[in-house]
């Protein structure tokens, strides 16, 4: 019944399993996006010594490929990585296609989306 102890007492069980179940959900969450951080230091070619990509609090937001076609020039395909401070333009490698050298990047704060 509603309002007994058992009730309340339940019911502030539920609450704490709910808890404990985010919490852990949330863990999960960062460990995958500090795991594909991980993988992508693994294959990236960084050419710019001012440029310290790792950080134990840096994970990885949105990754994928962007097609561009610059003016009068032919399609380009660039693997885009947004971290959660940086915007890294790559490309990949052509022959083995599981390399990427940095192109291009800027801090995150600098970006401005136009729609």
């Given at each position: 019944d509603k309002g007994?102890?058992?009730h309340?007492?339940?019911l502030n069980?539920?609450?704490?399993?709910?808890?404990?179940s985010q919490?852990?959900?949330?863990?999960t969450h960062r460990k995958q996006q500090r795991l594909e951080f991980e993988d992508?230091?693994?294959?990236?070619?960084?050419?710019?010594?001012s440029l310290t990509l790792l950080d134990s609090e840096r994970s990885i937001v949105k990754q994928g490929e962007l097609s561009w076609v610059p003016d009068k020039g032919k399609r380009k395909t660039l693997h885009v990585v947004l971290l959660t401070d940086y915007l890294l333009l790559t490309e990949k490698n052509k022959t083995t296609g599981s390399i990427l050298y940095l192109k291009n990047f800027c801090k995150r704060k600098q970006v401005d989306v136009i729609k």
């Open positions: 007994t102890k058992y309340i007492s339940a069980a539920l609450k704490a399993v709910k808890n404990v919490q852990c959900e949330q863990a992508l230091m693994k294959i990236l070619i960084v050419d710019d010594p």
